[in-house]
């Protein structure tokens, strides 16, 4: 086995004492240090792929270079897509990240209070309020895709009526009149997605949008827009509160006869699985911004570990627009307003 590079190794190399190394790598060089020397010691430290040893460096700063994550799977999953975005901005921010179910395994949380992580980053699979424990908010902690009411930590969600504002305003725009949604039957998100949607008809002088509480499967989907399409006064344009539900909505409309976005427009309030952009055609989706709250949730986890004390702040994220092929202007006929 290779033996691992040490501190003396990289002097030894860059032709300085050890202290200057130590001095060099922990950013307190300049005023002590030739910009000459600094240069040989970082490039020797390169070259010997060197790098401090964590057990010495959490003594000194009395930091242990973790994250505790707190997450717990929904009706079907784990939160993926945002652990995952997680995961990388804590990488490229130094830190080790150690991760519990804190719902089906509640005592793991206590374990990773007594291994003094630095901090704590709470993802949840769907947006909802979260009383964060006493014992997670004694050190620094954000919540992602979730929120504590009584202000105790920092939150960061996506802003899901603005979702559904984007969503209805596209096909608006395009001349639709008559707007339906399949909703999941359960969640904030879905609620909140709904309540853009029917404020957007509602600021158009429309009628609200025929909800269908649809479930979360794609058979849910085909059987809520088969509903819907085939009703007396049928939507020119849907708004599918995720995207297997936009799934099931696609495979209805071909087998009633209906071309997208020639007969039937649609778009996707993406569920983070990359299935609304694999489709065909493309579905228009509007999607959580995963990589941009999670670098936003650990850039400011860092700050308040590095001010020593939490700065509770409650920030909203809006949810970008990714154009597909499945919108254009209603064919079926003239709608009236409502």
């Known amino acids: 086995m290779t033996r691992r590079a040490t501190a003396q190794d990289v002097a030894d190399l860059a032709g300085v004492s050890r202290s200057a190394v130590s001095l060099v790598l922990n950013g307190r060089a300049d005023g002590n240090i030739s910009r000459a020397k600094q240069e040989a010691v970082r490039e020797a430290a390169e070259q010997l792929r060197y790098t401090p040893n964590a057990v010495a460096l959490s003594l000194r700063s009395k930091r242990t270079g973790t994250i505790g994550v707190l997450t717990w799977p929904d009706r079907r999953h784990m939160p993926l897509a945002l652990l995952g975005a997680v995961y990388t901005a804590a990488s490229r921010a130094g830190y080790l990240l150690m991760m519990v179910d804190a719902v089906q395994r509640p005592t793991q949380v206590d374990a ?17 309020a979260y009383p964060a424990p006493e014992a997670v908010t004694a050190v620094p902690t954000v ?9 105790a930590a920092s939150s960061l969600v996506p802003d899901e009526v603005g979702a559904g504002l984007s969503a209805a305003h596209l ?29 957007a008809t509602a600021d158009a002088g429309l009628a609200p949008p025929v909800v269908v509480e649809a479930g979360h499967s794609v058979e849910d989907g085909y059987d809520g827009a088969r509903r819907l399409l085939s ?12 995207e297997r539900l936009a799934l099931g909505a696609l495979l209805a409309a071909a087998d009633l006869g209906l071309r997208v976005p ?34 936003h949730a650990l850039d400011l986890l860092v700050e308040q570990l590095r001010l020593g004390h939490p700065d509770v702040r409650r ?20 709608m009236p307003t409502g």
């Open 112 to 128: 990773l209070v007594d291994r003094r992580v630095d901090g704590f980053v709470v993802v949840a699979p769907e947006l909802t």
């Open 143 to 151: 919540l992602v895709n979730c929120f504590d009411d009584a202000l």
């Open 171 to 199: 096909l608006l725009d395009a001349g639709h009149r008559v707007l339906g949604v399949l909703a999941g039957r359960e969640g904030l998100a879905s609620e909140r997605r709904v309540q853009g949607v029917t404020r």
């Open 231 to 242: 009703s007396d006064l049928p939507p020119t344009a849907l708004v599918c509160t995720h």
């Open 262 to 295: 020639d007969d039937l427009s649609l778009v996707s309030l993406d569920d983070g699985e990359d299935l609304a952009s694999q489709l065909v055609p493309a579905v228009t989706r509007v999607e959580r911004p995963d990589e941009v709250i999670a670098t």
């Open 315 to 334: 920030l909203t994220f809006v949810c970008p627009v990714h154009a597909g092929e499945s919108v254009g202007p209603p064919r079926l006929r003239a």
